[in-house]
């Protein structure tokens, strides 16, 4: 397996001290986040207007890589070498480890200033504080449990949208048999992760979600139940196509718009894709709780954690941008093309499509009926090398054909007690 090593490990390898760079140029916000195709550019298009709006420079730094494993690499190197940007896209429990390591700064002040503790649902909020202070600032509430599908395709194959997973495997073969890509998908450990979890959720419910993965119970994780998700996890891989290996998400988006794949399992960021290039929801392409999953919600939530910076203009920029991201005008322009909700309570949701609006009001039934689960995938859940082993797991699982389901098991109880 290989070894993910935990954030305090890698800062501690470098002997550089934690300096910060201020060499740039006054009133400057640099920014490091993932966000480069089509819907993603658009959105962070949206938040580098609301900065130069109001008189500050952005520095864009965006290293490209959905799901943000290279970011967080670059990342991770800039802050070792004392050149930490002023922000960075940061989420889950991994803004507790950065927190731990007094790189980040409390922006309290802001927060108290803008009321954010009556405006964040507490699931939000709790995460973008460490030790009771605002660390970080959230854009959006994604889900990602959904299923995007192709109308056109379903129709000349004469299938229809599943609503479980005996039902998406006689939608896939009837794809198949119309010479259609059944399930377009992008080989990489987060993307095979991101629908391992959405099976996990559809065939054993939210209750055992949360035990096997979140909190990682060794019998549940080696129960009957995780043997069946296994194994109709592996089932979906005989539907995508051959060239998946290290195809990126918005590729496989990319098929589904173009109608030579049927269906995607992916969160709603693949939104983002299909409103840039034009497409209309409930026509063009079709949004669904992924197959079993309609009363839950799995929640992956973007933001921006605050690295400690120097000088007033640098601080003030910085402070700008965490009271501009959580503006009910921001958070509904980013949201509009990001594909997410906004993470910032009460917000009119009249010029959002039905996609997102179903959305906001599972987001909020799911909070109060108990199935709202964090992502495991997108860093929501656990601590980031465990997350790295488990993923590291179910991809060797996805693509070793000779790889039994009890193995796997057996591979996942000891992956989730990396430390
Ligand atoms: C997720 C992130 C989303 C989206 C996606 C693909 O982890 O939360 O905002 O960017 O990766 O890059």
């Known amino acids: ?64 890589g959905g799901g943000g494993d290279a970011a967080m690499t670059v990342l991770k190197s800039r802050v070792v070498s004392g050149n930490a940007p002023a922000a960075a896209q940061i989420k889950g429990p991994s803004l507790q480890e950065w927190a731990a390591e007094g790189v980040l700064a409390n922006i309290d002040g802001v927060a108290k200033a803008g009321g954010w503790d009556t405006l964040l649902p507490k699931v939000v909020s709790d995460v973008m504080k460490y030790k009771g202070n605002y660390i970080a600032v959230p854009v959006n509430v994604h889900r990602v449990n959904w299923l995007w599908a192709n109308p056109e395709a379903l129709k000349k194959a004469g299938a229809k949208v599943p609503t479980n997973w005996d039902e998406f495997f006689v939608a896939a073969e009837a794809l198949k048999k119309a010479g259609l890509v059944p399930v377009a998908h992008g080989g990489q450990n ?25 909190m990682r119970d060794p019998a549940t994780l080696g129960s009957a139940t995780m043997e069946k998700v296994l194994a109709t996890f592996k089932r979906v891989k005989d539907y995508t196509d051959k060239n998946a290996s290290g195809r990126d998400w918005n590729l496989a988006t990319a098929m589904v718009i173009r109608g030579e794949a049927g269906m995607q399992l992916m969160g709603d960021w693949a939104k983002g894709e299909f409103l840039a290039a034009g497409k209309v929801p409930g026509k063009d392409f079709v949004c669904a709780a992924a197959p079993g999953t309609a009363k839950a919600f799995t929640f992956n939530i973007d933001s921006f954690a605050m690295f400690k910076v120097k000088g007033d203009d640098k601080v003030k920029a910085q402070n700008d941008l965490a009271a501009a991201i959580m503006s009910p005008e921001f958070q509904e322009l980013f949201n509009l093309n990001k594909g997410s909700i906004p993470a910032r309570l009460s917000m009119k949701m009249d010029k959002f499509d039905d996609c997102a609006k ?60 990396v430390k």
């Open 190 to 214: 987060w993307q095979d992760f991101t629908t391992f979890e959405s099976v996990a959720l559809g065939v054993g419910g939210a209750e055992f979600y949360t035990k096997a993965l979140v």
């Open 358 to 417: 179903l959305s906001s009001k599972d987001f909020v039934d799911t909070a109060k009926g108990g199935g709202l689960v964090p992502s495991i995938a997108h860093g929501m859940a656990v601590p980031s090398a465990v997350e790295g082993a488990m993923k590291d797991v179910v991809s060797q699982f996805w693509n070793d054909p000779k790889m039994s389901a009890k193995d796997a098991m057996t591979r996942l109880v000891s992956a989730a007690k």
């Open 1 to 64: 397996m290989t070894r993910h090593p935990t954030l305090r490990t890698t800062l501690l390898a470098a002997a550089a001290p934690l300096l910060f760079s201020t060499a740039a140029l006054a009133g400057e916000v640099e920014v490091l986040h993932w966000w480069t195709s089509g819907g993603e550019a658009k959105a962070a298009a949206a938040l580098k207007s609301t900065m130069q709006a109001k008189g500050h420079s952005w520095k864009d730094f965006a290293v490209a």
